[in-house]
């Protein structure tokens, strides 16, 4: 199964081991955002 590349980058960047597992706060979204280019 082949992942369209804007999928794989949210994936990518949810699962870096700098961001937090868990994050309840509305900046964790923008900070998913700016790794994967996202202007906001």
């Known amino acids: 199964m082949l ?3 804007d999928i794989a980058g ?3 960047a949810a699962y870096d081991p ?3 597992a ?3 706060d509305p900046s964790h979204a923008l900070r ?3 790794r ?3 202007p906001v």
């Open 3 to 5: 992942l369209r590349p």
């Open 10 to 12: 949210v994936i990518r």
């Open 18 to 20: 700098v961001l937090p």
């Open 22 to 24: 868990v994050a309840r």
């Open 32 to 34: 998913l955002a700016a």
């Open 36 to 38: 994967i280019g996202l």
